[in-house]
């Protein structure tokens, strides 16, 4: 005979098998030909042993689908009077908030992805200074390329770890001239580049000219030499002139349609000076043609 201990772990043992399990009172046919319970069916009963229940399982099931008939209907009715409302302040404030007014067309028809750059004048630079005023050593065509320059593999300041700035070869914008007369007197964008590229030759670590160099491909339309020339901005820049080139990121990175990454950036700049207007519609603009904000 076994002993009386081997008895008593078989007794808390098959307890323990009756104490987790459970009855199932509906079961179906799949395609696949398998018998499977159907533990959160209305036909599944507590007691399946009480036929009066069991009788009356379809008269169970038809309240239950009236129930949820009801439920869906008045789902639906409260989005829609909950959309209603929404659409009749945005009206209301269309027609009677002074800025709206004097804006004379609503925030969509606005163009959110205009080009920003923080003033120079702003952080006390004088840019025109560090550009070459000897035309004849300037060659024609000539480009900053920053990679070329000042080689970079990595910066702890650069925010390599945003996917963004790990695809930046791929990244792609449309042309911004207009920002010529925001950056620079000089007649032409060839001009301007080929003298950001003369005086770069001569200063490598300027972060001032890294910056105009970025300047000069964004007018070009040419994102992955304008993140280059940043990336080295970023990198040689004092903390407290590092919003320059954050702004200017955060607006490349936004043109190419990488707005979580760019809010990141634009984020940073505020944290170095809070007071910057221009960042905060540089933030706005981004949030809105992401559609965080429904205009």
């Not at 008593?8 to 199932?24: D, E, P, T």
């Not at 950056?183 to 003369?198: K, Q, S």
Request: proline fraction near 4%; aromatic fraction near 10%.
């Amino acid at each position: 005979m076994a002993p009386k201990h081997v008895h008593f772990w078989l007794a808390v043992l098959l307890l323990q098998c009756f104490r987790l399990s459970f009855g199932i009172s509906h079961w179906v046919v799949t395609k696949e030909g398998r018998i499977e319970a159907q533990m959160n069916s209305v036909f599944n009963m507590k007691r399946p042993y009480d036929l009066v229940a069991f009788l009356e399982q379809e008269k169970r099931f038809q309240e239950v689908e009236v129930l949820r008939v009801e439920l869906l209907n008045h789902k639906l009715s409260s989005d829609g009077e909950a959309e209603g409302r929404s659409e009749s302040v945005q009206s209301t404030l269309y027609r009677t908030d002074p800025d709206c007014l004097a804006s004379e067309k609503r925030l969509l028809e606005f163009d959110f992805y205009l080009g920003t750059v923080l003033p120079w004048e702003h952080k006390g630079v004088v840019s025109s200074q560090f550009l070459s005023t000897n035309i004849e050593t300037l060659k024609p065509h000539s480009e900053p390329d920053c990679s070329q320059v000042q080689p970079l593999e990595f910066s702890p300041h650069a925010f390599e770890h945003l996917k963004a700035m790990q695809i930046r070869h791929n990244l792609t914008v449309g042309a911004e001239p207009a920002l010529r007369s925001a950056v620079t007197d000089l007649a032409t964008i060839e001009e301007y580049g080929n003298r950001v590229g003369l005086a770069l030759a001569k200063n490598k670590t300027s972060w001032v000219l890294y910056n105009m160099a970025a300047y000069y491909w964004r007018m070009r339309g040419n994102a992955p030499q304008s993140v280059e020339c940043l990336r080295r901005a970023l990198h040689f820049s004092p903390r407290r002139f590092k919003d320059v080139s954050l702004i200017s990121l955060g607006n490349v990175l936004h043109r190419a349609h990488q707005p979580e990454d760019a809010i990141i950036v634009v984020y940073a700049a505020l944290d170095i000076d809070d007071r910057l207007s221009l960042a905060y519609f540089t933030l706005e603009s981004t949030v809105i043609s992401r559609g965080w904000i429904k205009a």
